[in-house]
């Protein structure tokens, strides 16, 4: 009896030593929840640090860094704590990290990421747990289908943009007559498709085909002789980043360019053209929803400021939408004089202004901002002034998308 | 140690993680944890390294949430779409048990490239790369606590029943398909419809944890049915310890922190976690469960020295 | 149409001849170490990545394709005699995610020293532009790689029928043990198998820089392809790795006429109709 006391004993310690073990593992993954000290307002910034689009979130970041230096990380009276997760471009993981931080570090207000695919499930996030979301990016949901209370957008509407290729484009090539489409085969894609084949007639273009091609891919060639075969006067791409780096290189291998123009009519400008040789550049029309040589107030205090953080090169879209995002966010609290979320949104809702890219206004509808897309020209080498001389804008245009092409039924209350 | 003692480790840990981490951490551990014991089934019981369970838990989440947006209560939209699960993995499984090794592997991973392919493009049901959004859950459970407790319930009895499985003559009959495939048939065990079983059991898990899944944020993403993430599955299994019922559970919760913590200072730190995964495969085979076994070994030599 | 369809053969064919230069060393590296090498697409990133810098540093894109691809192979004899070879008599499956690993570390090391952001290489002065076939207007690179590709294959092919290292490799492709029986170091053969498998893989990312271009993740992308193509081969076969290559390329570029938004899944429809119904592979025979 004894013998199987002890036994019982020494099951007992080994218990024991189990559960200290599972609560010593449990302290060493310890993560204290902090909710935000009162004199300070918590920024979650969820950029992509690894996967497809690593190159862009150093760059967002930074963007992000220059707004936030400019205020000296304060506004309406609070200090700012600027916190980073990384959205691995992994809509899923994004979530996690986002409500993550929400709950550990008390966040308020999100920015970013990149991929319009993640922020659709980050503006979930968002929206359950009522913290003010500012994107940037393609997808026209955010203020259409899945538009709600705490959710705005930044970039041009997806109609504004392919207004603004095609009037331009029209405008600086008036025999132009016909093109043809490369999409990218996702909802994204086939938006700004319906929306070219709306406008393009408007414009006097006839569009000679259409090919989608899968998201992420490399290999063009099937495409391209598809398209020569039609002899257009441009090959009208809707895609971006690697999609539309290749696509243009191939376009440059078969010769299409420079003879004839090629447009990206969704283009990160900076951030891709300086992937590309000087001589695939030739005769490309991008647009895009920041190109750094703009004149506006702002605009050149924000370009040397990067310029230093960069080593010299000038800012695209990325490190543009960045700082955007954070302007935006920081003028919605100084007009609320406030950092309660709601008050912020209120301030933002119908504000109207001038910034960095020029007038800018916010749809209280749909909290879409409406502001300027640019659309430029690349230049020749030789009339480049530096390696970084790119490209002359063309034209800005800022048409809103229609009221009756908008899928924002209600945005709803808080 | 004891099972039983490793049992009440991981109900210590399901009550106190949400006291030290945020609880949609700890939730997402249970639920992967669901899915790397159930990979285990198929890895460390009978020897089947599938690169496409994620195919399954994807599936489940997108069947679940589609059901509890058109209004379905929780005892039918989990149910059904795990069934939903069981049924497709029994037609696939049918396909990828006809081969062994590398060429399963091929096969795993074909399939999930096209039930990959089939979400993206059927934009309609599916959301396509924006996702499935706007999936509602009961009102019992939208308070943060609650949820977790359904989680952990669900992780639980997870656990007991594919325990009960494994403990059972099936899950003998499949360890020794692993440990020698002819001699299983010679003796006279139909080893296809064996693999076959254990494939469909482990599917059938994974669709189950992807059901609870659809819930969690309210939305199903698409990189939930990506082939990396059956990497993913594969990395948390073997990192937990494949010799071992509950290693994989470690494995989970391994593999989910490191990533949380590493993300958060180093922009690089995949590389870290590369590293860890070399470490294991050529030191740690064992996993966690050897390195916990190492320790406590020592520990005790250390006691029992003169 | 059949302008389009002649056009989209040729493009199939280009496309074709790379992935089959791809296939063709992962399938060597199968054969003979019976290793899955899931590394094979890193190998093959950083041979773009060392004939980009190479190309930069000399001016000279032939420099490039000739120096890139020799350290690539110093990269894969490390990976070989460091790593893969403790892992011989371990199970299959952890060979496997050892090298998935390392292909992780690898990415992750392009970045480090290349940085996230993509480059671009144009093509040598002399194959720049393109020339018209009467069918179509045809980048003279890709041309050229055409006539490249299948002269290295033929070299690849005259090595391993003609000389005696070809005819080691091929004994061990058959039977290894039969190998180490004849009294012949089996640890140089594998270790020379993996650095032939580098040097091919970092050999096609070099040539593909000009139609690719250059990015951290180009390993991962290209990594299931080449699966694809030693799967539908059958293992150990050259000749299989070479025309899968080609119908893979065929495929894709086919099915881009009458069903695009497909081209990337139609390779892996292919691949599970080969394990299911000829497991062996087209040109395999165990």
């Known amino acids: 009896m004894i013998s199987r006391l002890s036994e019982k004993l020494r099951s007992l310690r080994t218990m024991g030593l189990s559960m200290a073990g599972a609560a010593a593992l449990a302290t060493v993954m310890f993560l204290p929840t902090q909710s935000a000290a009162e004199e300070e307002v918590v920024i979650l910034g969820i950029w992509p640090i690894t996967g497809p689009y690593a190159d862009m979130g150093p760059l967002l970041d930074r963007g992000v860094e220059i707004a936030l230096e400019e205020v000296g990380y304060k506004v309406a009276g609070k200090k700012i704590k600027y916190i980073t997760r990384d959205s691995e471009t992994k809509a899923g993981t994004a979530a996690r990290r986002a409500q993550g931080a929400i709950d550990s570090e008390g966040v308020k207000f999100i920015i970013g990421p990149w991929s319009s695919g993640v922020a659709l499930a980050v503006t979930e996030v968002a929206k359950k747990n009522k913290v003010m979301y500012y994107f940037s990016g393609g997808t026209e949901d955010i203020t259409g289908k899945r538009c709600h209370k705490y959710a705005f957008m930044w970039a041009a509407n997806a109609w504004t943009a392919m207004d603004a290729n095609l009037k331009i484009f029209k405008k600086f090539n008036p025999d132009a007559k016909s093109i043809y489409l490369f999409v990218v085969d996702y909802a994204f894609g086939w938006t700004l498709q319906k929306y070219v084949e709306k406008l393009a007639p408007k414009y006097g273009l006839k569009i000679a085909g259409v090919d989608r091609h899968p998201l992420g891919h490399r290999e063009y060639s099937s495409f391209i002789t598809k398209a020569m075969a039609t002899k257009p006067d441009a090959v009208y791409m809707i895609n971006f980043g690697l999609d539309a780096i290749s696509a243009v290189r191939q376009l440059y291998n078969f010769g299409f360019t420079p003879k004839k123009p090629v447009i990206l009519s969704w283009s990160a400008g900076v951030e891709e053209l300086v992937q590309m040789d000087p001589a695939m550049r030739a005769n490309l029309q991008f647009g895009t929803n920041y190109y750094y040589t703009v004149d506006t107030p702002g605009n050149k205090s924000f370009v040397d400021a990067y310029k230093k953080k960069s080593g010299g090169i000038p800012p695209g879209y990325a490190p543009g939408a960045g700082y955007g995002l954070m302007k935006m966010t920081l003028l919605g609290m100084q007009k609320a004089n406030s950092t309660d979320p709601k008050k912020v949104i209120q301030a933002l809702e119908g504000l109207k202004g001038k910034n960095f890219v020029g007038d800018f206004a916010i749809n209280g509808r749909n909290h879409q901002t409406v502001r300027p897309y640019f659309v430029a020209r690349t230049k020749p080498e030789d009339k480049m002034a530096n390696k970084y001389d790119f490209a002359t804008i063309q034209d800005i245009s800022s048409t809103e998308q229609p009221r009756d092409l908008n899928q924002c039924q209600d945005i709803g209350g808080f | ?281 050529l030191y740690l085979r064992g996993g966690i469960v050897e390195l916990i076994g190492k320790v406590y070994g020592s520990i005790q030599r250390a006691r029992e020295a003169p | 149409m059949s302008f389009l369809i002649l056009s989209q053969i040729l493009n199939g064919f280009a496309t074709g001849m790379l992935y089959a230069l791809v296939g063709v060393g992962l399938t060597l590296v199968l054969g003979v170490l019976n290793l899955p090498n899931f590394a094979h697409g890193t190998l093959f990133a950083f ?49 496997l995610l050892f090298l998935f690993a390392i292909a992780l570390i690898l990415q992750e090391t392009v970045i480090l020293i290349w940085g996230p952001v993509g480059f671009s290489l144009l093509p040598p002065k002399f194959l720049a532009g393109a020339v018209d076939l009467g069918f179509t207007v045809y980048p003279k690179y890709r041309l050229a790689l055409i006539l490249f590709t299948a002269t290295i294959v033929v070299a690849l092919y005259l090595m391993l029928t003609r000389t005696n290292v070809g005819a080691i490799l091929r004994a061990g492709i058959e039977n290894r043990e039969m190998v180490k029986v004849l009294g012949i170091n089996i640890n140089k053969v594998f270790l020379f198998t993996f650095g032939l498998g580098a040097y091919l893989a970092g050999l096609a990312g070099g040539l593909a820089t000009p139609i690719w271009g250059l990015t951290p993740t180009m390993g991962f992308d290209i990594l299931p392809i080449s699966f694809v193509i030693v799967v539908v081969a059958g293992l150990g076969s050259i000749l299989g790795a070479i025309a899968a290559g080609i119908l893979i390329g065929l495929a894709q570029s086919l099915t881009t006429i009458w069903w695009p938004e497909a081209a990337n899944v139609v390779i892996y429809l292919i691949m599970g109709l080969t394990i299911i119904l000829r497991p062996q592979g087209l040109f395999g025979s165990r």
């Open chain 2, 1 to 281: 140690m004891r099972d039983r003692n490793i049992f009440l480790i991981v109900l210590a840990f399901v009550v106190i993680g949400p006291f030290v981490q945020p609880k949609v951490i700890i939730t997402e551990m249970l639920i992967f944890g669901i899915v790397a014991v159930a990979n285990n089934i198929m890895i460390g019981y009978t020897g089947m390294l599938s690169f496409g369970q994620a195919m399954f838990f994807g599936i489940g989440a997108y069947v679940a949430g589609l059901l509890l947006k058109a209004g379905m209560p929780l005892i039918v939209a989990l149910p059904v779409g795990t069934l939903f699960v069981l049924v497709l993995s029994i037609a696939v499984g049918y396909f990828c048990v006809q081969r062994t090794g590398l060429y399963f592997i091929c096969i795993t991973f074909a399939f999930n490239q096209m039930f990959y392919f089939i979400a993206y493009s059927w934009t309609g049901l599916t959301g396509g790369e924006d996702g499935l959004p706007g999936i509602p859950r009961p009102s019992l459970l939208l308070d943060p606590v609650a949820f977790y407790v359904f989680v952990a319930v669900v992780f639980l009895a997870c656990l007991v029943a594919m325990k009960r499985i494994v403990d059972s003559p099936l899950g003998l009959i499949c360890q020794t398909i692993r440990e020698n495939p002819s001699r299983a048939a010679a003796v006279g065990y139909n080893v296809k419809l064996y693999k076959l079983t254990a494939f469909t059991i482990a599917s059938t898990f994974t669709g189950l944890a992807g059901t609870v899944y659809a819930m969690l944020y309210g939305i199903v993403p698409i990189d939930q049915i990506h082939w990396l993430k059956s990497g993913d599955f594969i990395f948390m299994t073997l990192l937990g310890g494949t010799g071992n019922f509950f290693g994989p559970i470690m494995g989970a919760v391994g593999y989910i922190w490191m990533s949380e913590t590493f993300s958060l200072y180093w922009a690089r730190w995949p590389l870290i976690m590369g590293i860890v995964f070399v470490v294991v495969v």
């Open chain 3, 47 to 95: 041979g773009a990545y060392f004939t980009y810098t190479v190309a930069n540093l000399t001016d000279s894109f032939y420099l490039g394709v000739l120096i890139g691809p020799l350290l690539v192979v110093l990269i894969g004899f490390v990976i070989e005699s460091q790593g893969v070879r403790r892992l011989y008599a371990a199970h299959h499956d952890y060979q």
